[in-house]
């Protein structure tokens, strides 16, 4: 039985799941964090759903290794396939990034379309458009994937004429669609959020799983009478499988400040 000091754990494919750690901090401040991001073997959103929910597996005992309360799947590639046998395999709430996004699109649209975008292998998943049409069957969903999205927001090109053209060229067919809320279905997406929105226009709400998801952590942890005690002084960790010098300095952009003691695990 773990303790409430016991920290969140949080994985994701590499640098992109911050912005669910960013939100989660946030959230919850006096809550320690782990986090490790699965450098060596990022991208996720180009593999098979078999290996990606393989890297999951062993993500999940990287982490678990260390005092855990709850695990957060932030990757939504890792979440879209290998949620189930997370859930099967481990003995701590495991949560991910898919349901809390489908949960908050099906509350904002007032027309019941709703565009969802992510990597191709989410995206082939289905697993965001089955979330979405579980919730609320009449549903009309609109599905692409952007994978030049990541590594444009890994290179921190997020305005300008290139990636306001990548966006053209992906979002067009979704804003024909006419949807009115747009699921930014990948970890990377909410550093695209000024470009998406100009080119989706001001009728359509963009959602962003991280921030839902950090308020799903606070209810379970509520539910499971393990918050962290109030004035409790947090730890964060940042734990890589590769590459951590890389990891720093790309993820200080998604933090908006400098990481130091990133440290290298094996896998
Ligand atoms: N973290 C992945 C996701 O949210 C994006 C990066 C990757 O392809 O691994 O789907």
Same mark, same amino acid.
């Given at each position: 039985?773990?303790?409430?000091?016991?920290?969140?754990?949080?994985?994701?494919?590499?640098?992109?799941?911050?912005?669910?750690?960013?939100?989660?901090?946030?959230?919850?401040?006096?809550?320690?964090?782990?986090?490790?991001?699965?450098?060596?073997?990022?991208?996720?959103?180009?593999?098979?759903?078999?290996?990606?929910?393989?890297?999951?597996?062993?993500?999940?005992?990287?982490?678990?290794?260390?005092?855990?309360? #709850?695990?957060?799947?932030?990757?939504?590639? *890792?979440? =879209?396939?290998? %949620?189930?046998?997370?859930?099967?395999? +481990?003995?701590? !709430?495991?949560?991910?990034?898919?349901?809390?996004?489908?949960?908050?699109?099906?509350?904002?649209?007032?027309?019941?379309?709703?565009?969802?975008?992510?990597?191709?292998?989410?995206?082939?998943?289905?697993?965001?458009?089955?979330?979405?049409?579980?919730?609320?069957?009449?549903?009309?969903?609109?599905?692409?994937?952007?994978?030049?999205?990541?590594?444009?927001?890994?290179?921190?090109?997020?305005?300008?004429?290139?990636?306001?053209?990548?966006?053209?060229?992906? #979002?067009?067919?979704?804003?024909?669609?006419? *949807?009115? =809320?747009?699921? %930014?279905?990948?970890?990377?997406?909410? +550093?695209?959020? !000024?470009?998406?929105?100009?080119?989706?226009?001001?009728?359509?709400?963009?959602?962003?799983?991280?921030?839902?998801?950090?308020?799903?952590?606070?209810?379970?942890?509520?539910?499971?009478?393990?918050?962290?005690?109030?004035?409790?002084?947090?730890?964060?960790?940042?734990?890589?499988?590769?590459?951590?010098?890389?990891?720093?300095?790309?993820?200080?952009?998604?933090?908006?400040?400098?990481?130091?003691?990133?440290?290298?695990?094996?896998?």
């Amino acid at each position: 039985m773990s303790d409430t000091k016991a920290a969140i754990g949080i994985f994701d494919s590499g640098v992109g799941g911050l912005t669910v750690f960013r939100a989660i901090r946030q959230r919850l401040p006096e809550e320690s964090l782990i986090y490790l991001g699965d450098t060596a073997r990022v991208p996720y959103g180009s593999k098979s759903g078999a290996a990606v929910t393989r890297y999951a597996l062993a993500c999940a005992e990287i982490v678990l290794k260390q005092d855990v309360k #709850l695990l957060v799947v932030a990757c939504n590639t *890792a979440s =879209a396939h290998a %949620l189930d046998v997370l859930r099967d395999e +481990l003995d701590v !709430p495991v949560l991910g990034v898919i349901e809390p996004g489908a949960r908050l699109a099906v509350e904002r649209t007032r027309i019941e379309r709703v565009g969802v975008i992510g990597t191709v292998s989410t995206i082939r998943s289905a697993a965001y458009q089955d979330a979405l049409t579980g919730l609320a069957p009449n549903l009309r969903v609109f599905a692409k994937a952007c994978p030049l999205f990541v590594p444009l927001a890994e290179e921190g090109w997020t305005e300008g004429f290139v990636p306001e053209a990548i966006a053209r060229a992906y #979002l067009d067919e979704l804003k024909e669609a006419e *949807a009115d =809320a747009l699921v %930014l279905g990948c970890t990377h997406y909410p +550093l695209l959020k !000024p470009i998406i929105g100009s080119v989706m226009g001001p009728e359509v709400e963009l959602i962003d799983s991280a921030e839902t998801t950090a308020s799903v952590v606070e209810a379970t942890l509520e539910g499971i009478g393990l918050r962290a005690p109030p004035g409790n002084l947090p730890s964060f960790r940042y734990n890589v499988t590769d590459s951590p010098e890389a990891f720093a300095e790309v993820g200080a952009r998604f933090l908006g400040h400098p990481i130091d003691d990133v440290e290298w695990v094996d896998f």
